[in-house]
């Protein structure tokens, strides 16, 4: 339908795109208003307004961005209309008949500019996300998980995906045996990815507005975070590979299961960080030191270090080790994202590995903070407490979505019972 008049009698051009251009983005019609009630003058400006609309449509590729389609458009139609009132009306005699027919008005149209490819599209983004001082890591997880739909997808330019693709996509998520978190967070990446897409005007949409990961599991929060049982924890501190540790490996194990640390907070410790004050022992966490860095600012906080800790000698520990750089542990920053805990964790791993633990079936080192917060709900010790140990913002997750139901039963309690742990 190219004619068509408005309730309010302009008279309008229409002509839909074709579903292969809607499914790529582009509007699913063009109207352009030809600024008249006469039927009769908007018949002749339809002539030219459709006829430049169809060759602007023809001249679509799989280069064109679709802005640039949507805002030439409207400069060619601008164009056009300011000609309108410049068309002599036709008298009222009709003109004799031309031998010769009088060529059409032709409208120059400009290539329009190439569509962005993923590639150079998460080039950009990645900086754009340095730029905002995002930590290193989480914009390495951000970029696997990008490049993980880019994968996916067999299209190249960034104009190219549709909802469909991103329902498609959501689909294969499901299937690849990942927690109901990791398809979350795999879905977020690619819906930020796009909606910077979009305010960046590479597309005109955002394919993952409405797509959500479905339905959330009926198991409890608690129970998606494993802790280490009391038989785990035996079997650990009682092997053979355990006692032929070093001192940092063992240290720093015992530190996350009496402190509630975070892996990468316990290795990067300073000796520094360790305080006295009126016979009380503490650790700082803080970003004090050189390449030390937390989660969030509310992981600068202040942990008392348990009587367990100091029994086993820890303080020594501590004062063994004047002579070195000022760091605790001789752990050190590693890959890009300078990660302090990464060869704790394969120590660990590897170490799992040996004393028949399983990958995927077991406890990791994150692990040992989970019993932590664990063991506190269990001495009912008040959330908000455990909360600002932990470093937690929202004191409401420390024991939903880290400690597990109380134990009525048995009353076994790690923090307490852990006699056989040694430095």
Not at 204 to 218: A, M, R, Y
Not at 235 to 243: G, I, K
Not at 293 to 311: D, G, Q, T
Not at 383 to 390: D, F, K, M, R, S
Request: charged share 25%; aromatic share 10%; with cysteine.
């Amino acid at each position: 339908m190219y004619l068509y008049r408005a309730p309010n009698n302009v008279y309008f051009t229409r002509i839909c795109l074709a579903k292969s251009l809607r499914d790529k983005g582009f509007p699913f019609d063009v109207k352009v208003s030809l600024l008249t009630r006469d039927r009769s003058e908007a018949v002749i400006r339809n002539i030219d307004v459709a006829g430049t609309l169809k060759k602007l449509i023809k001249s679509i590729d799989e280069h064109t961005r679709i802005n640039d389609f949507i805002r030439y458009v409207d400069e060619v139609i601008n164009q056009l209309r300011t000609q309108f009132a410049q068309i002599d009306r036709p008298s009222s005699l009709i003109p004799q008949r031309q031998s010769k027919l009088t060529p059409a008005r032709e409208v120059e149209v400009i290539p329009l500019k190439p569509q962005i490819c993923f590639n150079e599209a998460l080039t950009q983004f990645v900086a754009s996300k340095h730029k905002a001082g995002i930590r290193l890591l989480s914009v390495k997880q951000l970029t696997q998980r990008i490049e993980h739909f880019i994968t996916f997808t067999s299209a190249t330019q960034v104009t190219h995906i549709t909802s469909a693709d991103a329902m498609q996509y959501r689909d294969t998520l499901l299937t690849q045996g990942r927690s109901y978190k990791s398809n979350k967070e795999y879905l977020a990446a690619t819906f930020q990815f796009f909606k910077w897409c979009k305010l960046m005007n590479y597309c005109t949409q955002n394919p993952f507005e409405s797509v959500t990961i479905g339905q959330k599991p009926k198991a409890k929060a608690s129970d998606a975070r494993d802790r280490w049982s009391t038989l785990e924890l035996k079997r650990l501190f009682d092997s053979a590979e355990y006692r032929a540790s070093d001192d940092d490996f063992k240290c720093v194990t015992v530190l996350m299961l009496y402190s509630g640390l975070r892996p990468s907070e316990a290795c990067q410790l300073r000796i520094s960080d360790i305080k006295s004050v009126n016979d009380s022992t503490y650790i700082a966490i803080s970003e004090g030191g050189q390449g030390q860095r937390l989660k969030n600012i509310n992981a600068v906080r202040e942990v008392p270090i348990h009587a367990n800790l100091l029994k086993r000698g820890f303080m020594a520990f501590v004062a063994s080790r004047a002579h070195t750089n000022g760091q605790l542990f001789g752990y050190k920053q590693v890959g890009q994202t300078e990660d302090w805990s990464y060869q704790y964790c394969k120590q660990l791993s590897t170490l799992q590995t040996k004393i028949g633990m399983k990958p995927n079936a077991r406890p990791t080192a994150y692990s040992f903070r989970h019993t932590f917060i664990d063991s506190m709900k269990q001495l009912d010790i008040s959330e908000h407490i455990v909360a600002q140990l932990v470093g937690h913002a929202n004191p409401n997750i420390t024991y939903s979505r880290y400690g597990k139901d109380i134990n009525v039963c048995s009353g076994l309690i790690i923090y307490f019972s852990l006699s056989f742990c040694k430095i």
